[in-house]
């Protein structure tokens, strides 16, 4: 997992679409962030998406983060995976950046 200090850190996604917060340390969960944040650019609700276990698994993303959480000195990490047509980027301090994911031959039609 890149940390945010790792100059190799890139994403291979599209244009930045949105950045937001979420409070891991008030017993936010990353994964109803996700959701909503991903909900919010649709301008659809929550439940109108695809199960976000269709992606990732939302305990583990949620247990990645916890877990950074309890370890202070493990630095800040990433997890990205594309969801409901979005490159989402989760950092265990709390910020998720969302992408337009980048076009594949095999999603073009190619």
Do not use: C, K
């Not at 370890?71 to 047509?85: K, M, P, R, S």
């Amino acid at each position: 997992m890149p940390s945010r200090d790792d100059a190799t850190d890139t994403t291979a996604a599209g244009e930045l679409r949105s950045v937001t917060t979420f409070d891991p340390d008030a017993g936010e969960r990353a994964s109803n962030a996700v959701i909503t944040a991903v909900a919010t650019l649709l301008d659809a609700s929550p439940v109108e998406l695809d199960p976000l276990y269709e992606a990732i698994e939302p305990d583990a993303l949620d247990s990645l983060v916890d877990h950074a959480r309890r370890i202070n000195d493990a630095g800040t990490h990433q997890l990205q995976f594309v969801y409901e047509g979005f490159d989402v980027g989760v950092q265990t301090d709390g910020r998720i950046r969302i992408h337009d994911a980048p076009v594949t031959a095999s999603s073009n039609g190619a």
